[in-house]
């Protein structure tokens, strides 16, 4: 059973930075591509990142260009996103998901909340 | 990035059928086509099917989905009360190499 689960989420100042963390499990992690996709509260579903199966293709929104970074550990099955420079804007769910064909199995979500 | 537009909502009786659609350009929908995810409140977005009507095992047939040219279709039949979620469409962006989403479809079976 593919299973996601995201961790690292929580309150931080703007101007902040926060580490968000993926584990995988149930499939062979490192012959799959991978994002990060948000949602705000109450809104609709936001692309984030996305970065190939040996990372040597990586891509975001232009929401986060330039203050996030994506990155994997074959390894250790493990997706990363770190943020930095957060704003109240970035305040959303942010979940980790496969990409296979499309984007097809989801996590269950880790909040992060940008406030003072 | 632009997204996809789909209608904010869509009510339609028990057992009736729906029809959400998903509207898009050359670079995405028309390009490999659409993938469709139902949400349930407070819950991740699950698969229904993707590259146009291909599904993922254990979703029903009551969900199909087609394509013409850059607008996406999912048909739900037989609509169940479990049906009550919101409903998004999502494509891969090949001129702006990234994931586009629609703008999602509130279902109510009324």
């Known amino acids: 059973e593919v299973q996601l689960v995201e961790s690292g989420g929580g309150l931080v100042q703007p101007g902040g930075s926060l580490r968000l963390s993926c584990a995988a499990s149930?499939?062979?992690?490192?012959?799959?591509?991978m994002n990060w996709v948000r949602q705000a509260p109450g809104k609709g579903l936001e692309w984030v990142s996305y970065?190939?199966?040996?990372?040597?293709?990586?891509y975001y929104a232009d929401s986060v260009r330039g203050r996030f970074t994506i990155s994997r550990d074959n390894v250790k099955n493990s997706l990363y996103l770190q943020m930095n420079s957060l704003r109240a804007e970035d305040t959303a769910v942010y979940y980790c998901a496969r990409d296979y064909r499309s984007i097809d199995y989801w996590g269950q979500g880790t909040l992060v909340t940008v406030a003072s | 990035q632009a997204g996809l537009t789909q209608p904010p909502s869509v009510s339609k009786g028990l057992r009736q059928t729906a029809t959400l659609t998903c509207t898009g350009n050359?670079?995405?929908?028309?390009?490999?086509?659409a993938a469709w995810l139902q949400q349930h409140q407070g819950h991740p977005p699950k698969l229904l099917s993707y590259r146009n009507n291909n599904r993922p095992s254990g979703i029903s047939e009551r969900f199909s989905a087609s394509r013409s040219g850059n607008t996406a279709s999912l048909t739900i039949t037989g609509l169940q009360p479990e049906d009550e979620a919101d409903y998004y469409c999502?494509?891969?962006?090949?001129?702006?190499?990234?994931?586009?989403f629609g703008t999602g479809t509130k279902v109510t079976v009324l």
């Open positions: 970065i190939s199966s040996s990372s040597s293709t990586i």
């Open positions: 149930g499939f062979t992690f490192s012959s799959y591509a």
């Open positions: 999502s494509a891969w962006d090949s001129s702006l190499s990234a994931h586009v």
């Open positions: 050359s670079n995405n929908v028309g390009n490999q086509g």
